[in-house]
């Protein structure tokens, strides 16, 4: 099995910075890619960023310039440095991640999910 552990939510006021970080523990043999997605209040689920194992990173546009996802292999960690927040980025912040385990089959994990408040 394997877990995803996130931390770093929490309240900000706009224009402010939080870094979110998710660590995947258990029976991993290699991991494709890990990344974030988020939810917020009546809207659909939407991809932010990812990163694969080679490095490779991909944004959504409306936090281009603004979010920056990196990654630790070595402890099998991923993190997403946010900055100059606004009141739309308000949302649940879920870690995902694509990962081999030693039997040979490739399964996506899910966090539980972090909350992101941006408000004054």
């Known amino acids: 099995q394997v877990q995803l552990v996130e931390s770093g939510g929490g309240l900000v006021q706009p224009g402010g910075s939080l870094v979110l970080s998710c660590a995947a523990s258990?029976?991993?043999?290699?991991?494709?890619?890990m990344g974030w997605y988020r939810r917020a209040p009546g809207k659909q689920r939407e991809l932010v960023a990812t990163?694969?194992?080679?490095?490779?990173?991909t944004y959504t546009d409306s936090v281009k310039g603004r979010f920056t996802i990196s990654g630790d292999n070595a402890k099998n960690m991923v993190f997403l440095q946010m900055n100059s927040l606004k009141p739309e980025d308000t949302a649940v912040y879920h870690c995902?991640?694509?990962?081999?385990?030693?039997?040979?089959?490739?399964?996506?994990?899910w966090g539980q999910g972090t909350q992101v408040t941006v408000s004054s």
């Open positions: 995902v991640a694509d990962i081999w385990g030693y039997s040979g089959s490739l399964y996506r994990y």
């Open positions: 258990g029976s991993i043999s290699s991991i494709n890619v």
């Open positions: 990163l694969t194992g080679g490095g490779t990173t």
